[in-house]
């Protein structure tokens, strides 16, 4: 798909730690998971591939014209 509206450069401050400082915070998600606000959770893996057969059925969509429905995709 075609982005709308030219390309804008933003500067970032530099990072200080590692991945922009979320490797503490990643790290506190997988092994310290209770008092986490329930919004920053990890999603399962189902929910993951959910995620991927939206994206397959929104592809599929736009190229073929017509509605996808996941369940035409694969079988729950």
Known sequence: MKSFGPRVKVDLPPLTEGHGGGDQRLRDLIFRP???PAYMHLPTSRAGA???LTGI???KSIDERRPI???DLVQL
Do not use: D, K, Y
């Open 50 to 52: 959910m995620s991927c």
């Open 69 to 71: 429905r996941i369940a």
């Open 57 to 59: 059925a929104a592809r």
């Open 34 to 36: 209770f008092g986490v």
